[in-house]
């Protein structure tokens, strides 16, 4: 087992403080960085300068293929395969069609938004070199970090601890992988 | 939000260490009082905090009532299994329904089952997408709630079409590709009712569980026995609260709301279809959708509230589950109350105005006929006990609040029985009429859905955070990174 670092673990204590830490080392041109937070903080896409989310390009795939399906779906069961008259109705129309294609559609898309969500955040990921850290635990409990990886162009071991701790980290710590 | 009135002396110089240079002065105006709101979590409670007291629920011991609670549960739920076993068994005869109350307490319990269901769906999704941030708070359990009444309703459709290896298999319900090359009857609301349902309860759980990742990660972090922490760990998906993450997270719950409220509305509008599409007098009416979407939220705020209270009682929650929280459920059940006390009356005015003899006689058998009974006792309940809410004295008062809430459960339970079996009870042809009345199994069938409802729900609590811990937090003033209690020091950044 061979313990490569990966990257600097920034602690901090309020939501202020990471806001300001993560504008910092935005500005300061990271690239391979990430913040920690146990509940999405409002403002800090902007404060990381992460572009929108393409979640809404799954659910609109999925949706488009729930509709698409559901109206051919009963075209081919009710006119095509097995044409029945029942109570002089149309064998087809897309009036008595559309309940059914409608609730498909709102189905696709909510698998579509949840397989693209899963797919953009590379998730499940059970093995993670962060869990390691004892004091990453309280990430989803109440305290905000800021990882910058040692793969980033910019970092460097001693200045970007200096950048951490003028940035009012209450600890850091080096991550290691923990991959054997 | 009254953000600067709400802070006590002390946090702003709990903040003061951060502060690097002095900001300068800034003088802001007290807003007025009648803008200040009473805090969604009271006293002030830390981050910490909120994570112990939620998380604290499923993971210490459970109180001593819980086993025999869950006893009971079970046991009635077993029995309900039973009674299904001996009706499969049997066939439906076991059941009172007969020609012409072809459809009695089965169809009543589905619909009043589907109906509670959907006050989850508006907590959850609708008031997402309107920012009401009091729905933080409830709104875990009440998808919950969602998601097993939506079991409970499921049971009733299939059980009684007798022979169920019918209706599941060979693609009566289902599109299947079976022997007799038939395929489903696409021009019938009862088909669309299945897609609906169906769709309504998958994309519930789906929705329930994108809330509960972040959560789970949580007591994945807490977990001090190794099969909980594999088991939190695997649902959890590796869910690190990355920010990268949650930018896609908060988009995707969005969307998930977005889609849930116009499913909520078109699942009750298509069981109304179920009554409105036919030809039969008393159901077959254009205001069935609306008003059954009305009925649907009335009456699933009254299970929450019957649901909620004893809970917050029970593990000490009151600062998350506030009274303003009981308040404003109390409002909705005034407003939708109202709503189904006014769909009533049009009910009948469009009865006596439409000029069918047949739509007004139904109407007057409703209310003067032999079920009488039934729908004095739906008005009594759904009409009348909701104005109370108008007195914020008794809005307050937990206890009759409770009270109230059992009755609008029990009103709308009437609600949908009179709907159903006063409409067929009188056939057109008065050699055909009859009077429809249970049988002991009918009664036990429904009495034991309410032991699967509450064993799901007791399971629910035992082993899963049974309120959103990462959403109550992100509502509180520490998770704004602008205000003293989120540790601002004053400057814009």
Redesign the interface.
């Known amino acids: 087992m061979s313990a490569k670092p990966l990257g600097l673990l920034a602690q901090f204590?309020?939501?202020?403080?990471?806001?300001?830490a993560?504008?910092a080392v935005r500005d300061a041109g990271f690239k391979k960085w990430?913040?920690?937070?146990?509940?999405?903080?409002?403002?800090?896409?902007d404060?990381?300068a992460?572009p929108?989310?393409?979640?809404?390009y799954f659910?609109f795939a999925g949706g488009i293929t729930g509709f698409f399906t559901g109206m051919t779906?009963?075209w081919f069961?009710?006119k095509f395969?097995?044409p029945?008259v029942?109570?002089g109705?149309p064998l087809f129309t897309p009036l008595?069609?559309f309940?059914?294609s409608?609730?498909?559609t709102?189905?696709l898309?909510?698998?579509g938004?949840?397989f693209?969500?899963?797919l953009?955040?590379r998730?499940?990921?059970?093995?993670?070199p962060?869990f390691a850290s004892e004091r990453?635990?309280?990430?989803?409990?109440?305290k905000f970090f800021v990882f910058v990886e040692t793969a980033d162009p910019k970092f460097s071991e001693t200045e970007t601890r200096a950048l951490l701790e003028k940035l009012?980290a209450s600890a850091i710590e080096e991550i290691q992988d923990t991959k054997d | 939000m009254a953000k600067a009135a709400a802070i006590p002396a002390g946090a702003a110089a709990e903040a003061d260490h951060?502060d690097h240079h002095a900001p300068p002065q800034l003088k802001v105006a007290e807003p007025p009082k009648e803008l200040e709101r009473e805090p969604l979590v009271l006293n002030n409670r830390?981050?910490?905090w909120i994570?112990d007291a939620i998380a604290g629920v499923c993971e210490k011991p459970m109180p001593k009532w819980w086993w025999p609670a869950f006893i009971i549960s079970a046991g009635t739920m077993g029995m309900m299994f039973s009674l299904i076993a001996y009706l499969i068994s049997t066939g439906v005869g076991v059941w009172g329904l007969n020609q012409p109350a072809d459809w009695a307490w089965d169809i009543t319990n589905f619909v009043f089952w589907i109906g509670i269901g959907h006050a989850g769906t508006l907590i959850s999704a609708v008031l997402c997408l309107l920012r009401q941030k009091w729905r933080t708070s409830i709104n875990r359990a009440a998808e919950a709630m969602t998601i097993f009444a939506v079991a409970c309703a499921g049971i009733f459709p299939v059980v009684h079409t007798g022979r169920v290896w019918f209706a599941l298999f060979p693609g009566y319900l289902i599109?299947f590709p079976n022997a007799n090359?038939?395929?489903?009857?696409?021009?019938?609301?009862l088909?669309?009712d299945v897609?609906?349902v169906s769709?309504y309860g998958?994309?519930s759980l789906?929705?329930w569980y994108?809330g509960l990742i972040?959560d789970l990660?949580?007591l994945r972090?807490?977990a001090t026995h190794k099969v909980r922490r594999f088991l939190y760990?695997?649902f959890s998906?590796?869910?690190?609260?990355?920010?990268?993450?949650?930018?896609?997270?908060?988009?995707?719950y969005l969307?998930?709301a977005g889609?849930s409220t116009?499913?909520v509305l078109?699942v009750h509008s298509?069981v109304s279809?179920d009554f409105a599409v036919s030809q039969v007098p008393g159901w077959h009416t254009t205001i069935f959708p609306p008003y059954f979407v009305a009925g649907a939220i009335f009456s699933g705020f009254g299970m929450v509230l019957t649901l909620m209270i004893p809970m917050r009682a029970l593990f000490n929650l009151h600062d998350i589950i506030t009274t303003r929280h009981i308040e404003l459920m109390c409002k909705v059940l005034l407003a939708t109350g109202s709503i189904v006390g006014y769909a009533y009356g049009m009910e009948f005015f469009i009865a006596w105005y439409g000029g069918s003899p047949y739509e007004l006689y139904a109407f007057k058998n409703r209310a003067f006929g032999p079920y009488w009974w039934s729908y004095w006792s739906m008005i009594t309940c759904n009409v009348i006990s909701p104005h109370f809410f108008w007195f914020k004295k008794l809005r307050t008062n937990v206890v009759f609040v409770w009270i109230v809430s059992c009755f609008v459960n029990v009103g709308m339970w009437f609600e949908r029985f009179v709907i159903i079996v006063t409409s067929l009870h009188r056939d057109y042809l008065p050699s055909s009429w009859g009077y429809f009345t249970p049988t002991w199994v009918d009664v036990f069938t429904f009495v034991g859905s309410f032991g699967l409802f509450m064993t799901l729900f007791l399971l629910f609590i035992r082993f899963l955070p049974a309120i959103s811990i990462?959403?109550v937090?992100?509502v509180t003033p520490?998770?704004?990174?602008?205000h003293p209690l989120?540790?601002?020091?004053g400057h814009h950044?």
């Open positions: 204590e309020t939501a202020a403080d990471i806001m300001h993560a504008i990430d913040v920690f937070t146990p509940f999405p903080i409002h403002g800090m896409d404060a990381m992460l929108s989310s393409k979640v809404g659910t779906m009963i069961m009710n395969d097995y029945l029942v109570g109705k008595y069609a309940p059914v409608y609730e498909l709102i189905l898309s909510a698998f938004t949840l693209g969500l899963a953009l955040n998730l499940p990921k059970l093995h993670n962060l990453f635990k309280r990430a989803m409990n109440d009012g | 951060h830390s981050l910490t994570t599109p090359g038939i395929w489903p009857q696409f021009r019938s609301p088909l669309w897609f609906a769709t998958t994309v789906l929705f994108t972040p990660a949580t972090d807490r760990g695997l998906l590796g869910w690190t609260g990355s920010n990268r993450h949650w930018s896609n997270y908060e988009k995707a969307i998930l889609l116009p499913l078109s298509i279809f990462t959403e937090k992100a520490q998770a704004d990174p602008h989120g540790g601002a020091n950044h």
